[in-house]
T-cell receptor, first 109, second 114 residues
Framework: GQNIDQPTEMTATEGAIVQINCTYQ??????LFWYQQHAGEAPTFLSY??LDGLEEKGRFSSFLSRSKGYSYLLLKELQMKDSASYLC??????????WGAGTKLIIKP | DADVTQTPRNRITKTGKRIMLECSQT?????MYWYRQDPGLGLQLIYY???????NKGEISDGYSVSRQAQAKFSLSLESAIPNQTALYFC?????????????FGEGSRLTVL
């Protein structure tokens, strides 16, 4: 079966750096996505990786290793507004998105 | 105004009732999707449509039906609601299957079936 694993919850301190991991086993691979979802709100797109390596976008970076079935989202200079759930999703060989359950990130002052 | 609008935002209903959730978008996208989100689970695809004449079942379509009335409108129906359909429902759109294929989500419809 297809599976996306990510930690259920993480806690970090304002101003620090946090890395949220995502491992996947899917039928084929056509890209990996990270979305941010604040409580009670809709998910919003953060990043997309299709080739191995690091994609940087401001305070957020996303890394992909296709051979290891692994990605991480790196958040730098954490702010209180970064408290949210972070969803990892993989697009499989049928171009369907398989979603992880999300990682709830709690930022403490 | 939101680019992807869902109505109603909240609904409480009883078992056996018919419920329709509506979605409209102003992004001009051809592709529209209905997802449900439950605590502790990933988003699950119910139905999707790549154009007005194209409707496809997702991974959890049983108990649901959809209608694509126009490019901008995609409705989800529960013909006879049951309590395990209590969930947060999201409509989403995208303009490309390729490249980033970013999804744009509506604000969600919270449905409670008693």
């Amino acid at each position: 079966g297809q599976n996306i694993d990510q930690p259920t919850e993480m806690t970090a301190t304002e101003g620090a750096i946090v890395q949220i991991n995502c491992t996947y086993q899917t039928s084929g691979f056509n890209g990996l996505f990270w979305y941010q979802q604040h409580a009670g709100e809709a998910p919003t797109f953060l990043s997309y990786n299709v080739l191995d390596g690091l994609e940087e976008k401001g305070r957020f970076s996303s890394f992909l290793s296709r051979s290891k079935g692994y990605s991480y989202l790196l958040l730098k200079e954490l702010q209180m507004k970064d408290s949210a759930s972070y969803l990892c999703a993989v697009r499989d060989s049928n171009y369907q998105l398989i979603w992880g359950a999300g990682t709830k990130l709690i930022i403490k002052p | 105004d939101a680019d992807v609008t869902q109505t109603p935002r909240n609904r409480i209903t009883k078992t056996g009732k018919r419920i329709m959730l509506e979605c409209s978008q102003t992004k001009g996208h051809d592709r529209m999707y209905w997802y449900r989100q439950d605590p502790g689970l990933g988003l699950q695809l119910i139905y999707y449509s790549f154009d007005v004449k194209d409707i496809n079942k997702g991974e959890i379509s049983d108990g649901y039906s959809v209608s694509r009335q126009a490019q901008a409108k995609f409705s989800l129906s529960l013909e006879s609601a049951i309590p395990n359909q209590t969930a947060l429902y999201f409509c989403a759109t995208s303009d490309s299957l390729w490249d980033s294929g970013e999804l744009f989500f509506g604000e969600g419809s919270r449905l409670t079936v008693l």
